[in-house]
């Protein structure tokens, strides 16, 4: 089984909305967390990183973590066109491990 | 920016091929990783590298073989490819002292036949 799991697998959302994506972990031992994203035919690049209980705000994008249930979501308001990738949630036991472990990621279209 | 550069950006080969698949890394970053995308499976970690002649293994090694020649310089090898390796490789690079990030190459579409 996935350590990392992501849902939903696929997610359509009209431009302008809220588009809310979830992690959960199944490994306590993961304590830090981030999202990356990928548009088609490229490699995935980080949108932020989260390693405290709680919200961090970065523009349109909100994470919130919750390392008792091991959750983590990402929120894109006023989502646009140019939102529409692949967003994976990537978690580390350590700050300074050196291994990051991926999710199966969530697909996201943003219809015009 | 940091720059990934892999190559090729395809290949194809027929099972029990050798392949080797090269990336460079231009930002002085100690760690390196090889990385496989699936659907239904995200990115799976095969090996990754602290240093030049340091390999660690990750979470699907069985049939990989890596090796880090110099700080900027990390190969993937497939000594006997078989068909279940058909899949698109990444390569990226972190320095893991403040900045956590990964930087991700364009990739490697590979496809054994």
């Known amino acids: 089984q996935q350590k990392v799991q992501q849902s939903p697998e696929s997610l359509s959302v009209p431009e302008g909305g809220m588009a809310s994506l979830n992690c959960t972990s199944s490994?306590?031992?993961?304590?830090y967390f981030w999202w990356y994203r990928q548009h088609s035919g490229e490699g995935p690049k980080a949108l932020m990183?989260?390693?405290?209980?709680g919200d961090k705000k970065e523009g349109r994008f909100t994470a919130h973590l919750n390392k008792a249930s091991l959750h983590v979501s990402l929120h894109i308001r006023d989502s646009q066109p140019s939102d529409s990738a692949l967003y994976f949630c990537?978690?580390?036991?350590?700050?300074?491990?050196?291994?990051?472990?991926f999710g199966q990621g969530t697909k996201l279209s943003i219809k015009p | 920016e940091a720059a990934v550069t892999q190559s090729p950006r395809n290949k194809v080969t027929v099972t029990g091929g050798n392949v080797t698949l090269s990336c460079r890394q231009t930002?002085?970053?100690?760690?390196m990783y090889w990385y496989r995308q699936d659907t239904g499976h995200g990115l799976r970690l095969i090996h990754y590298?602290?240093?030049?002649?340091?390999?660690q293994i990750g979470d699907v090694p069985d049939g990989y073989k890596a090796t880090r020649t110099t700080q900027e310089d990390f190969f993937l090898l497939l000594e006997l490819a078989s068909p279940s390796q058909t899949s698109l490789y990444f390569c990226?690079?972190?320095?893991?002292?403040?900045?956590?990030?990964?930087?991700f190459g364009s990739g490697t579409r590979l496809t054994v036949l």
């Open positions: 990226a690079s972190s320095d893991w002292t403040g900045t956590e990030t990964l930087y």
């Open positions: 490994d306590r031992n993961f304590q």
């Open positions: 990183s989260i390693f405290s209980d």
């Open positions: 990537a978690a580390s036991k350590n700050y300074n491990q050196g291994k990051l472990i």
């Open positions: 930002n002085s970053h100690n760690y």
């Open positions: 590298s602290y240093g030049a002649g340091n390999l």
